[in-house]
């Protein structure tokens, strides 16, 4: 029969990583809030302009607008993802390893990146 060892006390560094990435995330959180409130904002704008005149200059700005607000938001999207995961490969004991050749992260490129996955050579194609 298997006999599972509980896993170990998180170390400092590995807490430290945790609150880093909780940080992150809620900066992230935040940002997403207010470019889904500068997103209504802008619809609603569109929505007053677009009634009765198609020609309107302002058309063509909100939609660029429109288009800035949904790249930006796409962007911030991606990032929460990357922390969730981050958090995850944290849990795992897989944070500090490169999911490309398995060698060790520098910690300075994770206190720089928390959401990095692979080592520097591996980021900078260096090593294949
Ligand atoms: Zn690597």
């Known amino acids: 029969m298997e006999q599972s060892t509980p896993p170990p006390p998180p170390s400092d560094e590995d807490r430290e990583a945790a609150m ?5 995330r809620d900066e992230a ?5 207010s470019l889904t409130r500068l997103w209504d904002g802008v619809v609603d704008a569109a929505a007053g302009t677009n009634n009765d005149d198609e020609h309107d200059p ?7 607008e429109r288009e800035q607000l949904r790249a930006r938001r796409d962007q911030v999207r991606a990032e929460l993802e990357a ?4 958090a995850e490969r944290l849990r795992e004991g897989t944070y500090r390893v490169c999911e490309r ?3 060790p992260i520098a910690p300075a490129r994770l206190d720089a990146r928390p959401t990095a996955r692979t080592c520097v050579p591996c980021a900078s194609g260096a090593r294949r």
């Open 58 to 64: 302002e058309g063509s700005t909100l939609a660029f």
């Open 20 to 24: 880093r990435i909780e940080r992150a």
């Open 83 to 86: 922390l969730d995961l981050a």
């Open 29 to 33: 959180e935040r940002l997403a809030a």
């Open 101 to 103: 050749c398995g060698e």
